[in-house]
């Protein structure tokens, strides 16, 4: 499996973090959607999806713990790191400029606001 591979899967892990709590099932169902139509793998077993939460701190500080009360994923506002947002944004734009081969020779960039994590 490519670094490029588990970095996509990250993201889609993240976003879907921060759609709000999610259970295994969906990590498995929401994964599954992301690989159809793209030459990704990106299904995971249970071990590879906790290796790949504590990628996501070390590389992003966002922080995704399990509770065992409802099972479910969820980010753990306290701990994580408000800058995790920069990194995500470069490398999603990073990842359209590699797959759009009709980009026009100019590019504009804008000015972002800082976002902040909303809290369950």
């Known amino acids: 499996m490519s670094k490029l591979t ?3 899967r990250q993201l889609e892990l993240i976003k879907l973090a921060k ?3 999610f259970t295994w099932v969906l990590v498995k169902s929401h994964l599954d959607k992301k690989s159809e139509g793209k030459d990704l793998e990106l299904q995971i077993s249970k071990r590879t999806l ?3 939460i504590k990628e996501i ?3 992003f500080g966002l922080v995704i713990e399990f509770d065992f009360k409802s099972a479910k994923y969820g980010i753990n506002t306290e701990e994580s790191i408000e ?3 920069e990194l995500m944004e470069s490398f ?3 990842q ?3 797959r759009a081969n009709r980009l026009s020779g100019k590019v504009f960039f804008e000015k972002r606001l800082a976002c902040k994590i909303r809290s369950n």
């Open 96 to 98: 359209a400029f590699g």
């Open 57 to 59: 701190q070390e590389l």
């Open 92 to 94: 999603e734009t990073i």
């Open 50 to 52: 906790n290796r790949d």
């Open 83 to 85: 800058n995790h947002l």
């Open 6 to 8: 588990s970095l996509y």
């Open 19 to 21: 759609k709000g709590p």
